[in-house]
């Protein structure tokens, strides 16, 4: 049996998340329905919510895996929710979950997340011109290991299909 690959889409949560990489984060959610693919998200608000919503307007699955402990707590655009009840170490399970990142804007928690997928050597990519982490991080790697070097990508669909490629695609 294939399984479908499942891409995390990490940014903004709603407290810092810009018109622009909520827009960003709806086209690649859409972009990732549309190849086939699993969305993954922390589930909650700003980058997170505009990718479910994305992918489910597209008709796929977004599996959202949250923090805390009740279900009601993930946005509602979520197609399966994962409660952790954890707290922000769920930080792990979605790059751990996930065969490659997408990163929307973002901060620290975005960078967590980045980092985790940094240090397992996932494919990683980061939309330019939404914003903080992925503006900060494109293009360059993490530390002096060089792990995987974060590509960057205009839009949602070169962003999806370079994740794709680098997953035999």
Known sequence: ???????????????????????VGYSVGRAIAESGAILVTG???????AACKGARDA????????PFDKASEA?????IVVCTGMGY????????????????G?????????????????????LVGSGGIADEYAGRYLDD?????????RNANEAVNYIMRRLGR
Do not use: F
């Open 89 to 104: 170490a769920r930080n792990y399970i979605t790059a751990y979950t996930s065969d490659g990142v997408i990163i929307v």
């Open 59 to 66: 008709g796929g699955i977004s599996l959202g895996i949250i």
């Open 75 to 79: 946005n509602k655009y979520c197609s």
């Open 145 to 153: 290991r060089k792990h995987v070097k974060i590509a960057s990508a």
């Open 1 to 23: 049996m294939d399984r479908k690959h499942r891409l995390l889409v990490i940014g903004y949560n709603s407290d810092a998340c810009t018109r622009k990489a909520y827009n």
């Open 43 to 49: 589930g909650l608000g700003g980058v997170m919510e």
């Open 106 to 126: 973002g901060g620290v928690g975005t960078l967590i997340e980045a980092g985790v997928a940094y240090m397992k050597k996932k494919p990683i990519v980061a």
